[in-house]
């Protein structure tokens, strides 16, 4: 921790943040399919983990399994992650009662989930709303003191547990709850490719936006900063790449723009 700040886990990144995120507060990182915000944000709680916090990965768009499966492209020892499954069963159509998911689901550490493909008859139908997962998560920050949360996305969040009537306000007191909370939260957005601001962005104490370009040399990914109260920041687009160790920015010296 520098000034207050603790670090994401990508140094570039840090330097573009003047020093990391100020702590105990929630963050949008946004950005296109494919532009590399899952592997962003499991870098940062894997910054966490190496530090001796506590980290949760909050999975709504896919299985842990699937998750897990993912990350072992990268040189990372994530065992020690936390994973809740969040994910809504929208695969079945038989019309039995739905039940809500509860405030006793327990999260597993990655290394004890299982590999194999998640199938829905393993499971109970659970129905995940935003309240739901409100008072499971208000439960787990008080039973495990959690130091670091990723919620993956509030996208599948937006479009499959809640009301299109009810967005604007769910999703207010969604993200004061995470401020009030005083863990450092980040979540994931997705994003179109004309990168429209998520109005969830408005709420959070910063956003860090993935882009991604297509052009005759093939796929380009570039970050920035779009917003970050309370803090100094870099307001320069920078380049940068996933290779198997992660998300490496390619920042320029300090005060010489982006590198070319």
């Known amino acids: 921790m520098i ?3 603790i670090h994401t886990g990508i ?3 840090d330097r573009m943040l003047h020093g990391g995120l100020v702590p105990h507060r929630p963050y949008i990182v946004s950005g296109p399919p494919g532009s590399g915000k899952t592997v962003l944000s499991m870098q940062f709680l894997l910054e966490g983990v190496q530090g001796g916090e506590r980290c949760l990965f909050v999975a709504l768009e896919e299985p842990p399994n699937e998750i897990k499966q993912n990350m072992r492209a990268f040189k990372w020892v994530a065992d020690d992650v936390e994973m809740l499954d969040a994910n809504s069963d929208i695969r079945r159509f038989e019309p039995t ?3 809500e998911i509860s405030t006793e689901v327990e999260p597993a550490r990655l290394r004890d989930i299982d590999d194999r493909i998640r199938k ?6 659970h129905e995940v709303t935003v309240h739901s997962l409100q008072q499971l998560l208000k439960t787990l920050f008080i039973k495990r003191r959690y130091d670091r949360v990723v919620i993956d996305s509030i996208t599948a969040l937006k479009y499959f547990c809640m009301r299109e009537f009810e967005e ?3 999703t207010q007191s969604f993200m004061r709850f995470l401020a009030e909370s005083r863990v450092t939260t980040v979540l994931t957005v997705e ?3 004309e990168g429209v601001a998520p109005p969830e962005a408005f709420l959070a104490r910063g956003e860090i936006r993935l882009h991604k370009l ?3 040399s093939g796929i380009r990914r570039f970050i920035s900063i779009e917003k970050y109260k309370g803090s100094s920041h870099d307001e320069f687009v920078y380049p940068f790449e996933i290779h198997s160790s992660g998300i490496a920015v390619q920042v320029a010296e300090a005060g010489k723009g982006p590198a070319a």
């Open 3 to 5: 000034n207050g700040k």
């Open 11 to 13: 140094a570039g990144l």
């Open 97 to 99: 009662p739905v039940i």
């Open 120 to 125: 829905t008859p393993d499971f109970e139908s």
């Open 168 to 170: 604007s306000l769910t």
């Open 191 to 193: 994003l179109p490719e």
């Open 214 to 216: 297509r052009d005759e």
